[in-house]
Every structure is written in C-alpha cells, then in structure tokens.
C-alpha cells in the first residue's frame, strides 16, 4: 500500500521543518500531531490525516480520554498510530505532572560541608563539583564539571554557568577535592573562584560560596573570608 508523507508536502508547510525554523511552540495542534504520525494515507497526506484526527475528536481536550478503540475508527488511523498517539498523550501527561528532584536544602555551611565530605573526600583526583540552587536553596542538580589531575584542576566558567542557566538555578555552590588533604586555597583556587564571582555578577546567577575538601574535613572561603 502507497501512503501519502510529510515528503509530499511542500517544504515551508511541512511540520517538521517549520519546527526546526521557528520553535516547537509555534506550530499548530495539527502539525504537532502530524509529526506524532509520520506518514499519511493513501489519499491524505500527514498534515490531512490529523486535521481529521483532531476534527473527528472535535476539542483537543478530548484527546486527553481518548480510546484506542475511538480513534482506529477514524479512516487512516490503524493500531500503529492509535498507539503512537496515545503514548504520546501520556508522555505529555507525565511530563506536565512532574517535579524537579531535589537532593537537599541548604541550611548552613556546615550542612553543605558535610555534604560534600561524602562526595568528594575519598578521590583520588582533583574533582571540581557544582551544586545549582534555586530561590529557595534547594540543591536541583549536582554536576561534576571537571576532573582533574592530582594537583591541579582546570574548570571555565562559561561551562559551569551554560549548566546554571539550562538547569534555571538562580545560585551556585562550587566545591573540589585536595587529595593531599590539605583544605588551604591555592593562589589558582582563589583567582578561579574570582572569575566565577565577576561572572555570576554579569549573569545574575550568585555564586554561594566555594569549599574546599579535604580528608573528611572542608574549609568555606565565604566563611574564612576569601570571598
């Protein structure tokens, strides 16, 4: 049997295409659930099939309680796409529903310390690890961002913040390991974390504090007075 594809469709009206030009969130009902489809019919191309789709249904809203026995009624609708549809639907559903995990809510610099004893005091290597915040100071992702040699560790700030604002975090916490044990700064430390707080001004994006770890024991320069 020969259907009828997005590919018949001339290129500025086709679904895909127009996503990619102009954002997921400018495309219509019908060329959102024409790319769900893939292909069409015989006698109906994609974007055809699921303007019938959304016609027979009447209200998009409807598609919520939608049956796999409703819509292999509709003409060009088999199994195939039934499912297609309907595991979408669903992915949207737990999608819209769901929440950002959360590791913690930091407390105090203590609370942080400790927590990243666990993390980090038993490496080997230099580890350079960021917590991102938000407002409330929930820790909403943990990224280790480098890792490094024994003695040295190279981190940019343009990667560190690239992660703040896919994540949304509104603050930073950064941390690394001294394997030697030894939680004093070196002049490296100190001049990194500078730049960090020169860029998170720019950003908007406030750089908490920055620990150091060393064999179960950690300094914060926001404490001792480095920053």
Known sequence: ?????????????RPRERLEEYGVSNLADHELLAIILRTGTKGNNVVGLAL??????????????????????IPGIGKVKASEILAAIEFGRRVSQSSQLKEGTVSSSQW????????????????????????????????????????????????????AISY???????????????VEPSDADLSFTHRMIEAGELLGIELLDHFIIGEHCYLSMREKGYI
């Not at 049997?1 to 009206?13: D, Q, Y």
């Not at 310390?113 to 820790?139: C, D, F, H």
């Not at 949304?168 to 030894?182: D, E, Q, V």
């Open 1 to 13: 049997m020969h259907t009828k594809n997005i590919e018949t469709i001339p290129n500025p009206s």
């Open 112 to 163: 942080v310390g400790n927590y990243l004893i666990k993390e980090l005091s038993n490496l080997k290597q230099e580890n350079v690890l960021a917590l991102y915040l938000n407002t409330k100071n929930e820790i909403i992702k943990k990224d280790t961002v480098f890792i490094g040699s024994l003695n040295s560790s190279v981190a940019h700030p343009r990667e560190i913040f690239n992660r």
């Open 168 to 182: 949304s975090a509104a603050r930073i916490i950064l941390a690394h390991n001294h394997p030697s044990g030894n």
């Open 52 to 73: 019938e789709v959304l016609n027979t249904v009447e209200d998009i809203y409807r598609l919520r309680h939608v049956s796999m026995q409703e819509l292999i009624k």
